[in-house]
């Protein structure tokens, strides 16, 4: 039976595996342990806990901050582990802890079913999934973690465990949208849903300095929107994107479409049919991990005009963008799941992107001041979107009581805090970091 492949530094395969999306980071492990199965995890977390190394888990390498990435720690490299097994008869998918979304996507695909995931084929599903999950579908079916029916699990002691609503139920209820506190997660079987294949892109392009009236009717029609629509906009240098995507019947996609002439005259039209796949794929970015990134994200209950006025006020070389929640992640329960902030309207996000070194601080700088002029107006952020937020985030992320009872959870399945290279949530006796 094949070994978990073994990797230092200096030998062949090291620096791709410590290679994450963010290009700023560059951190050196000591091991990084390529796991093929569920034992090599159990075998590279007993091996990290005897050498005192800590432990970072990789998948798709997007969090902004790298924590897959622990300088002279052990990382758990679960890339090899991208299997994904479909059964249509029973609309399910059983999804290795290392697997892409464009390796789901394709797979449940095959029989036009999907289900929840993000809008970046080379996303992880673990990562997106234990934050919560959001993606075009969630309008219509949840997010990603309220589309899991069991997980499988490495804990900080080294014991496979299985969570569901049955087994391990308040597990379960912390590993969605709980982040990566209470163990590596090896395996997710997701419920699937039969949404065919094509979808439909509709975008209208606003000069900034004349689009405020646009974007509050944009808003306004997007808080009744049918579930198959998820609105989204865009700012960026100088121009400002509205529309929305659609997932379901193309022609009532289509349909639908003609709407946003209501609000005005646009200098571009763009409605495209295009296959879900090739949806999921079309943010993908062409030059992969050479990009330096830095982002801060808010989430909005609702979106007044003077929030519309500073997010047009935004920083022409910070790309904001606004995607609109509520539908189907409004029909769960809030205390169902460790996820908060189902009252959502929109999420946002404030990206900057660049290459040259020199320019880190100012660009981490320029995009930090565009965020900061939303502030007065969130009501607080997605666990998948936090960066260096520190324990700060982690507060606005979950509400107290969420935050209580996953702290429980945490003194219960990993009291030493094993794993905290995260957006960690501490156990009671280790104080969280500023």
Known sequence: ??????LRPGVAGYDESRSVWNAMVDRHPALVVRCRETKDVVGAVALARQEGLEIGVRCGGHSVVGLAVPEGGLMIDLTPMGGVRVDPNHRRAWVQGGALLGALDAATQAHEMATTAGNVSHTGVGGLTLGGGMGWLARRHGLACDNVDSFELVTANGEVARASAEE??????????????????????FR?????????????????????????????????????????????????????????????????????ETLGRATDRRVVELSYINLQRREDSVKGHALRRYWKGQYFRELPDDAIEALLGHHPSVAASLQAYGGAITDVPDDATAFSQRNTAFEYVGAARWTDPGEDADQIETARESAAALEPFASGAYVNVLGDDGAAGVRRAYTPEKLTRLTALKDAVDPDNVFHLNQNIPPSTVAPTQ
Do not use: C, K
């Not at 039976?1 to 073994?6: H, W």
């Not at 912390?174 to 982040?179: D, F």
């Not at 975008?203 to 306004?220: H, I, K, M, Y």
């Open 192 to 260: 699937l849903h039969v949404t065919g294949t094509r979808a439909v892109s509709a975008e209208l392009d606003f000069p900034v300095a004349d689009a405020g009236s646009a974007v509050a009717r944009w808003r306004d029609m997007s808080l009744d929107a049918p579930r198959e629509a998820t609105y989204a906009a865009t700012v960026l240098g100088g121009v400002v994107t509205l529309g929305f995507v659609w997932v379901g019947d193309p022609e009532a996609g289509q349909q639908h479409a003609r709407t946003l």
């Open 168 to 189: 391990n139920a308040e597990l379960f209820w912390g590993l969605r949208g709980g982040g990566g506190n209470f163990g590596v997660v090896t395996e997710f079987e």
């Open 1 to 6: 039976m094949a070994q978990p492949e073994i």
